[in-house]
């Protein structure tokens, strides 16, 4: 499971409560990049690197031991390697025989400055750097949102992040892809 969309739109807190509803891992985006920009720069080659080194690994080794995963990324679809790379996050639950579903997050812009203030996300995410500046410059920067031209209509679900809270979304996103719920396998 891969949930996508533009920064503070609640890919982590949805992902939160499905990973409690479903039992599945989270790795969402900033586990890694915050351990990363401990040492590197925010999008220095270094870091790019080893962020795609260090998620790749990780896909790899969950789909090979036939286990499932939850992971958020903001997918900037203006860039063909940021496809490119989703894909290769994928093709190893493919070819374990599995299957790879998104979900794509969209919130207002005022409603995700909102958001990105509010104490959850702070307290999970070393988060300095995102000022209203930063996240107005990203939105400037990168085409987070598919504009009803996903790649693969067919593995995605469009979520409008405002209407409900995490726990309901996360039980349509179960629900939509006929996720195994905890306690019922």
Not at 42 to 68: C, K, M, T, W
Not at 176 to 181: D, H, I, M, V, W
Request: charged share 25%; proline share 6%.
């Amino acid at each position: 499971m891969v949930i996508i969309g533009p920064p503070a739109t609640g890919k982590m807190t949805v992902g939160q409560c499905l990973s409690q509803l479903t039992g599945f891992p989270l790795l969402y985006n900033h586990m890694l990049i915050d351990l990363l920009t401990t040492f590197f720069e925010f999008n220095s080659p270094r870091f790019e690197r080893l962020i795609n080194l260090y998620a790749q690994s990780l896909h790899d080794e969950v789909a090979a031991s036939a286990g499932s995963l939850i992971a958020t990324w903001g997918w900037p679809f203006e860039r063909p390697e940021a496809k490119q790379q989703i894909d290769a996050y994928a093709r190893p639950f493919f070819e374990a025989g599995g299957d790879v579903w998104y979900v794509e997050l969209e919130a207002p812009f005022e409603e995700r400055l909102r958001r990105n203030r509010h104490e959850h996300r702070r307290a999970h995410k070393k988060l300095d750097w995102a000022t209203d500046h930063a996240l107005t410059q990203l939105d400037r920067q990168h085409q987070y949102s598919s504009n009803d031209a996903f790649p693969y209509p067919e593995r995605h679900l469009l979520l409008d992040a405002t209407s409900a809270g995490p726990e309901e979304l996360a039980m349509r996103i179960a629900e939509r892809f006929e996720l195994p719920l905890r306690g019922t396998e």
